[in-house]
Nanobody, 121 residues
Framework: VQLQAFGGGLVQPGGSLRLSCAAS????????IGWFRQAPGKAREGVSC????????YYDDSVKGRFTMSRDFAKNTVYLQMNSLKPEDTAVYYC???????????????WGQGTQVTVSS
């Protein structure tokens, strides 16, 4: 099982980025995929999640209305579209495979390597 997160970068406040999480060794229809982020000196926190079965998506209040998760079964890839980015969104973003969606880390079995997102003028 592998998860590869990419698509991060430097963007100005108000800008957009799309993160990708390419999965291998399993299929997306059997697992939930979550996005987490970790800023320097802070704990890793849940950002969003998409469930395996009913394709429900969940978002932390801090990103609701700005971030959107989607997935492409043919490419076995999950995306996180991030719009109206703010400096406080700066962090390393991780994707993770889990049994179900949760803001806690424990239900997640495998983690990608992380991709840096920096929002700065």
């Amino acid at each position: 099982v592998q998860l590869q997160a990419f698509g991060g970068g430097l963007v100005q406040p108000g800008g957009s980025l799309r993160l990708s999480c390419a999965a291998s060794g399993f299929t997306l229809d059997h697992y939930a995929i979550g996005w987490f982020r970790q800023a320097p000196g802070k704990a890793r926190e849940g950002v969003s999640c998409i469930s395996s079965r009913d394709v429900s998506t969940y978002y932390d209040d801090s990103v609701k209305g700005r971030f959107t998760m989607s997935r492409d079964f043919a490419k076995n890839t999950v995306y996180l579209q991030m719009n109206s980015l703010k400096p406080e969104d700066t962090a390393v973003y991780y994707c993770a495979q889990g049994w179900y969606c949760s803001g806690y880390l424990s239900p997640y079995n495998y983690w990608g390597q992380g991709t840096q997102v920096t929002v700065s003028s």
